[in-house]
């Protein structure tokens, strides 16, 4: 498993690096196929600012969301809303998790009733590189 990591990372980077260079439009993304994990490559773009390898990303609940990018970055939840019990999560090895709970539209329509029955939800999040912020969206949908 250790070995695959150190293949599928670098792997994963240099894709990533490649769209910066091409100045790529960020896509939708989704977990990848056969799995329950969506995977968001981060880079930074020729003003340092990070950028998202899709700038929606589409989870359901139960799925996770695996950010790999620098080494040191930082993930915030905006508008006061967070999938998760935490605001914000922090790096310093260039690989950062984030487990959609499987419970997620129940926590949802339990914090806000006027959410209840809806079958989508968005949240704004930050990516943070040395103060420099950019703006994607998770969307997490059911099964």
């Known amino acids: 498993m ?9 792997a994963f980077l240099i894709m990533t690096t490649s769209c910066a260079n091409l100045n790529c439009k960020p ?4 977990a990848l196929q056969g799995t329950d994990t969506a995977t968001v490559g981060l880079y930074l773009d020729k003003n340092g600012y990070p950028q998202a390898s899709v700038e929606t990303v589409t989870v ?6 695996v950010f790999v990018g620098p080494k040191q970055f ?6 006061q809303r967070s999938p998760i019990d935490k605001a914000e999560l922090y790096t310093s090895n260039g690989i950062l998790i984030v487990d959609i709970p499987k419970d997620v539209f129940d926590r949802e329509d339990r ?14 999040y930050g990516i943070r590189v040395d103060n420099k912020v950019t703006d994607p969206t998770i969307h997490i949908m059911p099964r």
């Open 27 to 30: 896509q939708s993304g989704s």
């Open 74 to 79: 930082d993930i915030f939840f905006k508008e």
């Open 2 to 10: 250790r070995h695959l990591r150190i293949l599928t990372i670098p």
């Open 60 to 65: 359901a609940p139960g799925q996770r969301i």
């Open 111 to 124: 914090k806000n009733p006027e959410n209840k029955n809806k079958n989508e939800m968005f949240f704004r």
